[in-house]
């Protein structure tokens, strides 16, 4: 029971070059969710996915894409990654009046 | 729309002491409410949620809350503080319904415990 994995934990990106985040959960939820945390600005949603092959903004999606192929996995892309979107990256899911499940983070820096 | 406010970015208690994160929230609609705590380099943990039946909820770690929509606030407490309680917490609210569950979170509070 891994709950919510992601790859990689950890990443330095130089500016301009592109990385996708993978988020795998294996509790067969709907609801799948990015979100970045930043020091005093608490979680904000980037996007999210109500199903398999569904996703939609949340409060922060510019620069990012994600796309939903496969029930389990959420991946989160940056085309060109800039220094202002360097942070930490959480990944979580859940099911229909249910709580959220979070991954355990990437920490992603851009130089 | 609806957000959330913690007052207070940094706590700190002795240990055996009350803890208490204060936790407003705005919302349109009966709100779902939530905290969360992380610990360093982990992912968040959910403690406690409020879905509109009792209006005080027990958590994990003997933590509680209590939600008063007069007041519109959804209060954090621990009667006696344990050096493992120090990590941060965020609150969180969320409509339910046609908004899929998204949270919306606090700023977060760093809850530090002294010996």
């Known amino acids: 029971n891994a709950g919510v994995t992601q790859t990689p934990k950890f990443r330095v990106l130089k500016t301009g070059q592109s990385m996708t985040l993978l988020c795998a959960q294996d509790?067969?939820?709907?609801?799948m969710y990015w979100y970045r945390q930043d020091p005093g600005m608490g979680l904000r949603l980037i996007h999210y996915?109500?199903?398999?092959?569904?996703?939609a903004k949340g409060e922060v999606p510019d620069g990012y894409n994600v796309s939903r192929l496969k029930k389990q996995n959420f991946l989160l892309g940056l085309e060109s990654a800039a220094p202002s979107q360097t942070s930490v990256y959480f990944c979580?899911?859940?099911?229909?009046?249910?709580?959220?499940?979070f991954g355990s983070g990437t920490r992603l820096t851009v130089v | 729309a609806q957000s959330v406010t913690q007052l207070g970015s940094h706590v700190s208690v002795s240990e055996g002491a009350l803890v208490l994160l204060r936790c407003n929230y705005s919302?349109?609609?009966?709100?779902?409410l939530f905290w969360y705590v992380q610990y360093p380099n982990q992912g968040l943990q959910l403690l406690l949620k409020?879905?509109?039946?009792?209006?005080l909820v027990k958590g994990i770690n003997g933590f509680e809350a209590e939600f008063k929509k007069s007041e519109t606030s959804f209060h954090l407490t621990k009667p006696s503080a344990h050096m493992s309680d120090a990590a941060e917490y965020f609150c969180?609210?969320?409509?339910?319904?046609?908004?899929?569950?998204?949270?919306?979170f606090g700023q977060g509070t760093i809850l530090t415990v002294h010996p």
């Open positions: 979580a899911s859940r099911r229909e009046f249910d709580g959220y499940t």
């Open positions: 509790m067969n939820h709907e609801y």
């Open positions: 996915s109500v199903g398999e092959g569904t996703t």
């Open positions: 919302s349109s609609v009966p709100p779902y």
């Open positions: 409020y879905t509109s039946a009792a209006t």
């Open positions: 969180a609210v969320s409509r339910g319904g046609t908004s899929y569950g998204k949270l919306t």
